[in-house]
C-alpha cells in the first residue's frame, strides 16, 4: 500500500484546511485508514480514524467537533476537513493505512503534510 498527502499550508487561526490521502497498491486490503500528526518534540499522535467496513469513525479529544475524517473507497481517497484551527494543531499530518493478515497489524504511512497555525 502507497499513501500520498497532499492539502497542508499555512492558515491563520480560525481558518480551515481539507487534506487529502490518495492510496494505491492493495486496497482492497485495507481495513482502515486514519490520520496521525507530530508537532515538534512530541510523540505522533492519532487525529481520526475510519474503518473500511463499517464506516466507524473515532477522533481525538482535541479535535472533536472541529475537524470530519472521510473517504471515497471507489476512489481509494480519505479526507480531512478541519474547521477552526488553532496553533496547537501545528503539526505534520500523516495519513496511515491498516492492513492485517493472520492476527498481525501492519500499518502504511505516507510522507507527511506540513499544517502551520500561527499564533
Known amino acids: 500500500v502507497q499513501l500520498v498527502e497532499s492539502g497542508g499550508g499555512l492558515v491563520q487561526a480560525g481558518g480551515s484546511l481539507t487534506l487529502s490521502c490518495a492510496a494505491s497498491?492493495?486496497?482492497?486490503?485495507?481495513?482502515?485508514m486514519g490520520w496521525f500528526r507530530q508537532a515538534p518534540g512530541k510523540q505522533r499522535e492519532l487525529v481520526a480514524r475510519?474503518?473500511?467496513?463499517?464506516?466507524?469513525?473515532n477522533y481525538a479529544d482535541s479535535v472533536k467537533g472541529r475537524f470530519t475524517i472521510s473517504r471515497d473507497n471507489a476512489k481509494n481517497l480519505m479526507y480531512l476537513q478541519m474547521n477552526n484551527l488553532k496553533p496547537e494543531d501545528t503539526a505534520m499530518y500523516y495519513c496511515?493505512?491498516?492492513?492485517?493478515?493472520?492476527?498481525?497489524?501492519?500499518?502504511?504511512w505516507g510522507q507527511g503534510t506540513q499544517v502551520t497555525v500561527p499564533s
Open positions: 496511515n493505512a491498516q492492513t492485517a493478515w493472520a492476527s498481525i497489524t501492519y500499518n502504511y
Open positions: 497498491g492493495s486496497t482492497t486490503s485495507i481495513n482502515a
Open positions: 475510519v474503518t473500511t467496513g463499517g464506516g466507524r469513525t
